[in-house]
């Protein structure tokens, strides 16, 4: 198990490439692939499409350094934004909101009518999956765990991070890598060839994610600000039953109907 | 004297037979397919608007041994995108400057906040004034 963290991969391959920058690109280049095939297969060939990954790029590029900005209600206590842009935190659920809201406005701004999440969700899981190997080696794991399988940092790295010396903690980007890559599985084996609704299997695994990351941050070790609860705990309070409540009105609606398959 | 108007052996003497309606066994052409467009100008774009920034920004700091002149390359990380939009106005560019703001904004999700932090830093004991 881990017991240092790997700022660079220079231990491991003896390049002193930035790991977190490392697999964030390297999960980028996957959720392209992916991307690009389930494009061809659902025949989006529109050179709009173009448009729609530009939007979702652009929105994620700037929401995941805003989405951690306004911390505090004391506005002159928040950095500025050229300090959050350059020494501001990145979010993961900034960068998602961004990237959808960036591709609505990009459809709308080049009239591209076709849903598109069926081709971002499995895209997206994937390349999350690989892109969080980098938060693995170079993060805080998660809060003391009292099992043996948590993560125990040595001295100088616990100090680094701010976080207990010699005790197990929970392994929190391993859960997130096993969702991601369960959620993968699941939208490309499954759910992609059965789901007759256009778009809508970005909506089950934002629902998904969203709740799997509400549990998941009371082990990230992350600052409690409220009432026991994180920020991305507040985030996702509110959005939650807002994709919870379109699943519900959507199914009302019959949307949800899964494709018969001819068993031999 | 008039020649008889050349009759192909096999057919019956008389005016050629009308085309029957479409739909009734003629091949019907195939609709014309838009023409490939060019992925060079798209991915040289992407490469571009990600490698640029750096370019302008490491390049002078390294040049300089950290000295002033990195301050004025910082402008890239402004300019490129910039351009990018520029580019992308201009219908014969349209493609280049796709390219160039989705390398560019691709790049700035992989990373470039660190990164971009490191600049900073270095060029701070520069002066930036």
């Given amino acids: ?264 | 004297m008039s020649q008889p108007p050349y009759q192909p052996p096999g057919q019956p003497p008389g005016p050629p037979p009308d085309p029957p309606p479409e739909g009734a066994g003629w091949p019907t052409p195939l609709p014309a397919t838009p023409a490939k467009k060019p992925k060079a100008p798209l991915l040289a774009g992407m490469l571009i608007g990600a490698v640029a920034p750096w370019f302008f920004s490491l390049v002078p700091l390294i040049l300089t041994n950290g000295n002033t002149a990195a301050g004025y390359g910082l402008y890239a990380w402004v300019l490129v995108p910039l351009a990018g939009i520029v580019l992308l106005l201009v219908p014969k560019t349209r493609r280049w400057g796709l390219g160039v703001l989705i390398g560019f904004f691709g790049m700035l999700i992989i990373g470039a906040g660190a990164c971009l932090t490191i600049v900073v830093g270095l060029n701070a004991s520069g002066g930036f004034s």
């Fill in chain 1, 1 to 264: 198990m881990l017991s240092a963290m790997y700022p660079t991969l220079a231990p491991l391959i003896g390049v002193p490439v930035p790991t977190h920058g490392f697999f964030v690109a390297l999960g980028v280049v996957v959720a392209a692939c992916v991307f690009v095939v389930e494009a061809r297969r659902r025949g989006h060939t529109d050179e709009r499409i173009l448009y729609v990954v530009l939007g979702a790029l652009m929105g994620g590029a700037i929401f995941m350094r805003l989405g951690t900005w306004l911390q505090h209600l004391d506005l002159r206590q928040n950095a500025s934004l050229v300090e959050q842009w350059a020494y501001g935190n990145r979010s993961i659920l900034g960068g998602l909101v961004g990237a959808w809201l960036g591709v609505h406005v990009a459809k709308r701004v080049v009239g591209y009518r076709l849903r598109t999440g069926d081709l971002f969700a499995p895209a997206v899981a994937l390349g999350m999956a690989v892109g969080r190997v980098g938060c693995l080696l170079t993060e805080l794991p998660g809060t003391p765990t009292g099992s043996s399988y948590g993560i125990t940092l040595d001295r100088t790295t616990a100090a680094r991070l701010g976080a207990p010396a010699g005790v197990p903690l929970h392994p929190s980007f391993v859960y997130e890598i096993v969702f991601h890559a369960v959620a993968f599985a699941v939208l490309w084996f499954w759910l992609r060839h059965r789901l007759t609704a256009p778009g809508e299997t970005l909506t089950f695994y934002l629902a998904a994610y969203g709740i799997f990351r509400f549990f998941v941050e009371f082990v990230r070790g992350n600052e409690v600000v409220w009432a026991g609860l994180t920020r991305p705990q507040l985030f996702l309070l509110l959005t939650i039953p807002l994709i919870l409540g379109r699943i519900a009105w959507q199914a009302r609606r019959g949307v949800y109907r899964l494709a018969a398959v001819e068993v031999s």
